[in-house]
């Protein structure tokens, strides 16, 4: 329940106006004040879950909000901001991105798709995988060449604080995505030593 009110705002929006227009049926039809007063109230609590679902932040969405961020660094070319969603831990990620990025321009990286975000809270730090597909534009720095390649991606994080931050990933062709259906079993999350202090 806790997950549509955080998570679905159109779904908590659409039930609170059924319920709304329920109730404004009855009380055209039956004219009892209790009805215009429940009616109304339906309304504001309605108002109030919707309010309360744009402030409240799950980690899902805080995953996905860092998964877009990190796309549109890319797209900005800037590597001090890239390498601050890199987990301490990920030495090789970190050497790994510093050398790419030396290597290739990306002059476009979208997300086309979140197909599944996982998270395990019970975890210390707190873990997550997140299964999507992205189309990435560009080449090798300094050439001509601008070719479009689509991949499925796979990416683990752990949180720190309150920022996620990828510690490990994996990238496939694009119908892997396909391959791999969504919550069929639980996700294999890389093992890395326990941050430091």
Known sequence: MLTIITEQPWTLLLCGLFVTAVLFFFWTQFARPFLFYAMIIALLVTGLLIGFERLWVTDREAVVGTL???ARDVKQDNLPRLL??????????????????????????????????????QRQPPQAVAKLSVVVRGGFRGATVDEKVMRYVVVYLRRYGQEWKVYSYEHYPPFEAFRREPSSSEPVI????????
């Open 68 to 70: 877009y961020q990190i």
């Open 84 to 121: 601050e969603y890199i987990a301490p831990e990920a030495v090789a990620i970190r050497q790994l991105a510093e050398s790419e990025y030396h290597r290739y321009q990306v002059s476009q990286l979208r997300i086309t798709r979140v197909w599944e975000v996982t998270v395990d809270s």
């Open 190 to 197: 890389p093992e890395l030593p326990a941050p430091g202090p």
